[in-house]
């Protein structure tokens, strides 16, 4: 009896042991991005009474932009939420769309989009790569930096441009004779401090939360493309899970999501004025008249990607956003 038990206990002990579910992104911690991620791991502890345990992974601890997905693929961890651009290089090049310059004039155009039918219709592709769709989170409309003022799209010809991996951002640059270099996020720091890059573009909280400030002169408020992510996790891995755990989770994450939106537009607005004030680097206002150029000037990347892309998927993103080209 004795031996008995002493061979049942560490059984017993095991089908205590709480769910692990490993959540990495590459953002620091104290973004809204990241504090979303916090968010999800404190409901889905709470909601499942301690039998989900989510660790977070922030700042590319774990794994880099190019790396996150095959990841998540493989099991290696549970959960990301990546940029929506990040799909494109795995077949879902539907996800691009995404990248297209001046595709939303506002945050609401997003939402509508990615909160109706067309959202849940690109979710759904991502089920054959192994990948369950949970949420889509939004980053904010996205800038131009350099160490020279970057007014108009002529300004960015010559200049050695950092982008995350996008033939739409790559096809953008190229179209304003700018050299688009493909870098991970976690290394675009020391690549504007070492001038492997002479500038960037990305949403205005990430040159506070990641200093770029400190090696950009100039900031244009361009808001030439908007920043979505998506919050995923294993599909195997979420099919396995109890119903019940599943419910809280989807709950948890609701409750993470709306609180993202919340965080990312008072961040950038936060970080905007900030910016406005640090003597370190000059913001640039765009008047109607030069964000018109920018828009007339990019725009054509839509017609060049409409046979990636799917011309039927944009009309109807048009039509979604209410912003028809």
Same mark, same amino acid.
């Given at each position: 009896?004795?031996? #008995?038990?002493?061979?049942?206990?560490?059984?017993?002990?095991?089908?205590?042991?709480?769910?692990?579910i490993?959540?990495?992104?590459?953002?620091? #911690?104290?973004?809204?991005?990241?504090?979303?991620?916090?968010?999800?791991k404190?409901?889905?502890?709470?909601?499942?009474?301690?039998?989900?345990?989510?660790?977070?992974?922030?700042?590319?601890?774990l794994y880099?932009?190019?790396?996150?997905?095959?990841?998540?693929?493989?099991?290696?961890?549970?959960?990301?939420?990546p940029?929506?651009?990040?799909?494109?290089?795995?077949?879902?090049?539907?996800?691009?769309?995404?990248?297209?310059?001046?595709?939303?004039t506002?945050?609401?155009?997003?939402?509508?989009?990615?909160?109706?039918?067309?959202?849940?219709?690109?979710?759904?592709?991502?089920?054959?790569?192994?990948?369950?769709?949970? #949420?889509?989170?939004?980053?904010g409309?996205?800038?131009?930096?350099?160490?020279?003022?970057?007014?108009?799209?002529?300004?960015l010809?010559?200049?050695?441009?950092?982008?995350?991996?996008?033939?739409?951002?790559?096809?953008?640059?190229?179209?304003?004779?700018?050299?688009?270099?493909?870098?991970?996020?976690?290394? +675009?720091?020391?690549?504007?401090?070492?001038?492997?890059?002479?500038?960037?573009?990305?949403?205005?909280?990430?040159?506070?939360s990641?200093?770029?400030?400190?090696v950009?002169?100039?900031?244009?408020?361009?808001?030439?493309?908007?920043?979505?992510?998506?919050?995923?996790?294993?599909?195997?891995?979420w099919?396995?899970?109890?119903?019940?755990?599943?419910?809280?989770?989807?709950?948890?994450m609701?409750?993470?999501?709306?609180?993202?939106?919340?965080?990312?537009?008072?961040?950038?607005?936060?970080?905007?004025?900030?910016?406005?004030?640090?003597?370190?680097?000059? +913001?640039?206002?765009?008047?109607?008249?030069?964000?018109?150029?920018?828009?007339?000037?990019?725009l054509?990347?839509?017609?060049?990607?409409?046979?990636?892309?799917?011309?039927?998927?944009?009309s109807?993103?048009?039509?979604?956003?209410?912003?028809?080209?």
């Amino acid at each position: 009896m004795l031996l #008995a038990a002493a061979f049942a206990l560490p059984l017993a002990v095991q089908a205590e042991s709480p769910i692990i579910i490993k959540f990495s992104h590459v953002v620091a #911690a104290d973004t809204p991005k990241g504090r979303a991620v916090q968010r999800f791991k404190e409901e889905a502890e709470k909601r499942t009474a301690g039998r989900v345990k989510v660790e977070v992974y922030p700042n590319s601890q774990l794994y880099k932009d190019k790396e996150e997905l095959e990841a998540l693929q493989l099991g290696s961890v549970q959960m990301l939420a990546p940029s929506l651009s990040k799909f494109g290089p795995l077949g879902a090049k539907q996800f691009e769309m995404f990248d297209l310059p001046y595709l939303f004039t506002s945050e609401q155009q997003f939402l509508r989009v990615t909160g109706g039918p067309i959202g849940q219709e690109l979710m759904a592709t991502l089920e054959n790569k192994g990948i369950h769709g949970l #949420a889509f989170w939004s980053g904010g409309f996205h800038v131009f930096s350099a160490n020279k003022p970057v007014l108009k799209p002529a300004d960015l010809r010559g200049l050695k441009m950092r982008i995350p991996s996008s033939k739409v951002l790559e096809a953008s640059l190229r179209l304003m004779g700018a050299l688009p270099q493909t870098l991970p996020f976690s290394e +675009v720091y020391q690549a504007l401090q070492t001038g492997v890059v002479d500038g960037t573009e990305n949403i205005l909280s990430s040159y506070t939360s990641q200093k770029y400030f400190e090696v950009q002169k100039h900031i244009t408020l361009t808001n030439h493309t908007h920043t979505g992510y998506a919050a995923i996790v294993n599909k195997k891995f979420w099919d396995g899970l109890p119903a019940d755990i599943r419910a809280a989770l989807t709950e948890a994450m609701k409750q993470a999501s709306d609180y993202e939106l919340q965080q990312v537009t008072q961040e950038n607005q936060d970080a905007l004025a900030a910016l406005r004030k640090n003597q370190r680097v000059q +913001v640039h206002d765009l008047t109607d008249a030069e964000r018109d150029l920018w828009r007339t000037t990019l725009l054509p990347v839509h017609k060049e990607m409409e046979a990636r892309i799917g011309g039927g998927l944009l009309s109807r993103v048009y039509q979604a956003a209410g912003a028809a080209k």
